[in-house]
């Protein structure tokens, strides 16, 4: 079965499977044999609740700047499919993808695959056909039963553990901390840059005989607020007075730790300079991770989608100069914590617009009108809209020069704010 576009493959990819999200690692451990996928070169396993993404981008980042060939998968994208999917820094070609999509077709037989497990095998198969110096793998939710847990890590990072994906993880830190720690390996590297695991990631981490390395213990950190630099100090070695990293946040602090503590255990294979460690600091940027894409007003965007996250956003926000007024562009899923998220946020803002999420999980702005009411915002402050695109743009008009408008809480309400500013930029 062949397929012309990459649009056309990954419509099929979607209808192959009864379910979108079945966790288990059989279907996925026939396919890595009947593919014959392996990688001689490290691969850096990346999990945990939030810093995911720029946990793994501070890893490319730097093995790029040492001169190194890397290759990165996360999840989800914003807009394109492609994003997923980068070769020394660039987003995989559409006829890159098809070639090895037609691969995994040829090869499943009868097997049906979830669309997570089919696209990640054609994207390992990409990363094997380019003979590469290293792999950085985001694993997509949990750890234990997530199809990116087939692949065999040289060195595994936990950047956050809190609350989320409660239906398929656990509702607790502990059961949640437990699932993660299974991206660990015996007698490799495990990093937790979370500052205080659950005792279920240090049990397990002991039971299977991993390298455990905890931010706060066995590597740490120090911000020199008066010169604007910072110091790591790793379980490997130091590096001191570096510059800041670009993404603002105190947390990003905390990611680029846990990035440069894996790298540190892989210099035996994969040596880098301190300026490789500084140029990833210096240009390190993603979009969503709080980008600000216009001024007067200004435009934030941020996928933060769970308590945890809102959490480092009001801290942000909290440091950031004060502006004229500061509001919200607000959509989330109905399966999130949308209750917590309202409760933490709320003394962030002057004024929220809050938008309907399309498909299957998506939430509705009146639910998130009720929770902001329960939390104490007044009915006059609120405004809801059917779209991401309506809010923003409402925002946006309604905006003194000197305003602030922050658009977050999903995914979803990040990629559609994203093309309503390009179709405007487009238009004007």
Same mark, same amino acid.
């Given at each position: 079965?062949?397929?012309?576009?990459?649009?056309?493959?990954?419509?099929?990819?979607?209808?192959?499977?009864?379910?979108?999200?079945?966790?288990?690692?059989?279907?996925?451990?026939?396919?890595?044999?009947?593919?014959?996928?392996?990688?001689?070169?490290?691969?850096?396993?990346?999990?945990?609740?939030?810093?995911?993404?720029?946990?793994?981008?501070?890893?490319?980042?730097?093995?790029?700047?040492?001169?190194?060939?890397?290759?990165?998968?996360?999840?989800?994208?914003?807009?394109?499919?492609?994003?997923?999917?980068?070769?020394? &820094?660039?987003?995989?070609?559409?006829?890159?993808?098809?070639?090895?999509?037609?691969?995994?077709?040829?090869?499943? &037989? +009868?097997?049906?695959?979830?669309?997570?497990?089919?696209?990640?095998?054609?994207?390992?198969?990409?990363?094997?056909?380019?003979?590469?110096?290293?792999?950085?793998?985001?694993?997509?939710? &949990?750890?234990?039963?997530?199809?990116?847990?087939?692949?065999?890590?040289?060195?595994?990072?936990?950047?956050?553990?809190?609350?989320?994906? #409660?239906?398929?993880?656990?509702?607790?830190?502990?059961?949640?901390?437990?699932?993660? !720690?299974?991206?660990?390996?015996?007698?490799?590297?495990?990093?937790?840059?979370? !500052?205080?695991?659950?005792?279920?990631?240090?049990?397990?981490?002991?039971?299977?005989?991993?390298?455990?390395?905890?931010?706060?213990?066995?590597?740490?950190?120090?911000?020199?607020?008066?010169?604007?630099?910072?110091?790591?100090?790793?379980?490997?070695?130091?590096?001191?007075?570096?510059?800041?990293?670009?993404?603002? =946040?105190?947390?990003?602090?905390?990611?680029?730790? &846990?990035?440069?503590? !894996?790298?540190?255990?892989?210099?035996?294979?994969?040596?880098?300079?301190?300026?490789?460690?500084?140029?990833?600091?210096?240009? #390190?940027?993603?979009?969503?991770?709080?980008?600000?894409?216009?001024?007067?007003? +200004?435009?934030?965007?941020?996928? =933060?989608?769970?308590?945890?996250?809102?959490?480092?956003?009001?801290?942000?926000?909290? =440091?950031?100069?004060?502006?004229?007024?500061?509001?919200?562009?607000?959509?989330?899923?109905?399966?999130?914590?949308?209750?917590?998220?309202?409760?933490?946020?709320?003394?962030?803002?002057?004024?929220?617009?809050?938008?309907?999420?399309?498909?299957?999980?998506?939430?509705?702005?009146?639910?998130?009108?009720?929770?902001?009411?329960?939390?104490?915002?007044?009915?006059?402050?609120?405004?809801?809209?059917?779209?991401?695109?309506?809010?923003?743009?409402?925002?946006?008009? +309604?905006?003194?020069?000197?305003?602030?408008?922050?658009?977050?809480?999903?995914?979803?309400?990040?990629?559609?704010?994203?093309?309503?500013?390009?179709?405007?930029?487009?238009?004007?």
């Amino acid at each position: 079965m062949k397929f012309e576009t990459l649009d056309a493959w990954l419509h099929h990819i979607e209808g192959l499977h009864a379910q979108a999200i079945d966790l288990g690692l059989d279907r996925m451990e026939t396919m890595l044999k009947r593919l014959d996928i392996r990688f001689k070169c490290p691969v850096f396993t990346v999990g945990g609740t939030n810093g995911k993404g720029s946990t793994c981008a501070f890893i490319e980042s730097a093995l790029l700047a040492g001169g190194y060939s890397v290759g990165v998968h996360t999840s989800p994208h914003l807009i394109r499919f492609n994003e997923r999917v980068r070769i020394n &820094g660039k987003d995989a070609k559409d006829e890159e993808l098809i070639r090895q999509f037609e691969k995994v077709e040829a090869a499943r &037989g +009868e097997m049906t695959l979830s669309y997570f497990e089919y696209t990640l095998l054609g994207i390992l198969l990409l990363f094997a056909e380019k003979d590469l110096d290293a792999v950085v793998l985001e694993i997509g939710l &949990g750890g234990r039963l997530d199809a990116v847990n087939t692949v065999e890590p040289s060195v595994s990072v936990i950047t956050s553990i809190g609350i989320d994906h #409660t239906a398929y993880l656990g509702t607790t830190r502990e059961s949640i901390g437990w699932e993660k !720690a299974h991206i660990y390996r015996s007698g490799k590297p495990a990093i937790c840059a979370d !500052a205080n695991p659950p005792i279920t990631v240090e049990q397990y981490a002991d039971k299977i005989g991993a390298e455990l390395l905890v931010i706060g213990k066995t590597f740490r950190f120090e911000h020199n607020h008066g010169d604007k630099t910072w110091n790591f100090f790793g379980s490997r070695g130091e590096l001191r007075n570096l510059p800041l990293p670009t993404m603002p =946040g105190e947390h990003q602090l905390n990611n680029a730790s &846990g990035a440069f503590e !894996a790298l540190q255990c892989m210099q035996g294979k994969l040596p880098l300079k301190r300026e490789a460690f500084e140029s990833a600091l210096l240009n #390190t940027r993603i979009t969503g991770r709080f980008s600000k894409v216009r001024n007067a007003p +200004e435009v934030y965007l941020d996928v =933060g989608h769970n308590p945890h996250a809102a959490k480092e956003l009001a801290k942000t926000l909290s =440091g950031l100069p004060k502006a004229t007024r500061q509001v919200a562009v607000f959509g989330m899923l109905s399966d999130k914590d949308r209750a917590q998220v309202c409760r933490i946020m709320v003394s962030s803002f002057n004024k929220w617009y809050l938008s309907d999420l399309q498909g299957p999980r998506g939430g509705i702005a009146q639910d998130l009108c009720a929770m902001l009411s329960e939390a104490g915002v007044p009915q006059e402050k609120i405004q809801t809209f059917k779209t991401v695109e309506e809010a923003l743009q409402r925002a946006i008009e +309604e905006a003194h020069e000197t305003d602030r408008i922050v658009t977050f809480g999903s995914f979803l309400t990040v990629a559609s704010a994203i093309e309503y500013l390009k179709e405007k930029v487009g238009r004007n």
